[in-house]
């Protein structure tokens, strides 16, 4: 495609509720991550994939939070027993090489999906 | 553990000006520093991309310049404009793959 793109936009759930993020990279991208932003503050990394597998997932806050790449394209990142502080705008970001030790890997950005836990 | 500190936090100048956006990192071994920048309700744009062999890189109006000794990135706008109002981030790809993103600095062109 055109650019990185995430669905839903928006989404707003309620406490102890099950929600999935989808992130759609560019065509052809072999690398995948995954942040999450709060108001004022910088994209957090969450996890990254290269291909079909987690090569980093270490910033994951905890096992309520997974991430899948099953056909090394689309991404789903699952939250389960949500809790409003996991409330921040989540990030997809693509890029054509991430592999390890490389350089000059410019991250394409996704336009996020705002989640609200109620 | 490697932290990224962007400073000013925010800035607002008069149209036409030269102005620097500065970052800073703690770890020097990254294997780059990229300069990002988000408008509101927006994802990320990359504006330009240092690899850790460089000194800088220019697009445009915009120079990066990248000191990794000292753990240090400037970004250099020339001849500001509003449309140059936005948040301006800073981040360093570290291990590889993960990558480590300041705050962000906020900058206001004023017309």
């Known amino acids: 495609g055109a650019g990185v793109s995430q669905t839903p936009s928006n989404k707003v759930t309620e406490k102890g509720k099950y929600v999935e993020l989808r992130c759609d990279p560019i065509?052809?991208?072999?690398?995948l991550y995954w942040y999450r932003q709060s108001l004022g503050q910088g994209p957090e990394f969450l996890i990254y994939?290269?291909?079909?597998?987690?090569?980093?997932d270490s910033g994951l806050p905890n096992d309520r939070f997974f991430a899948v790449r099953p056909e090394g394209s689309v991404s789903t990142l699952k939250i389960q027993r949500t809790e409003r502080g996991d409330s921040a705008v989540y990030l997809c970001?693509?890029?054509?090489?991430?592999?390890?030790?490389?350089?000059?890997?410019?991250?394409?950005f996704g336009p996020g999906t705002r989640l609200t836990v109620l | 553990k490697q932290e990224v500190t962007q400073i000013p936090a925010a800035l607002s100048v008069p149209e036409g000006e030269n102005l620097v956006l500065n970052c800073s990192f703690t770890?020097?071994?990254?294997?780059?520093l990229q300069w990002f920048r988000q408008d509101p309700g927006k994802g990320l744009t990359s504006l330009l991309l240092?690899?850790?062999?460089?000194r800088e890189q220019t697009s445009g109006r915009l120079n990066a310049s990248l000191d990794k000794s000292s753990g240090r990135s400037t970004l250099y706008i020339a001849a500001s404009q509003p449309g140059d109002s936005a948040t301006y981030l800073c981040?360093?790809?570290?291990?590889?793959?993960?990558?480590?993103f300041g705050a962000g600095t906020r900058l206001f062109v004023k017309a």
């Open positions: 065509s052809g991208h072999t690398a």
């Open positions: 994939f290269q291909g079909t597998g987690a090569a980093d």
């Open positions: 981040a360093v790809s570290t291990g590889g793959f993960k990558t480590i």
């Open positions: 770890d020097s071994a990254i294997y780059n």
């Open positions: 970001a693509s890029s054509s090489l991430g592999l390890a030790g490389a350089t000059g890997d410019t991250q394409y």
């Open positions: 240092i690899q850790s062999s460089q």
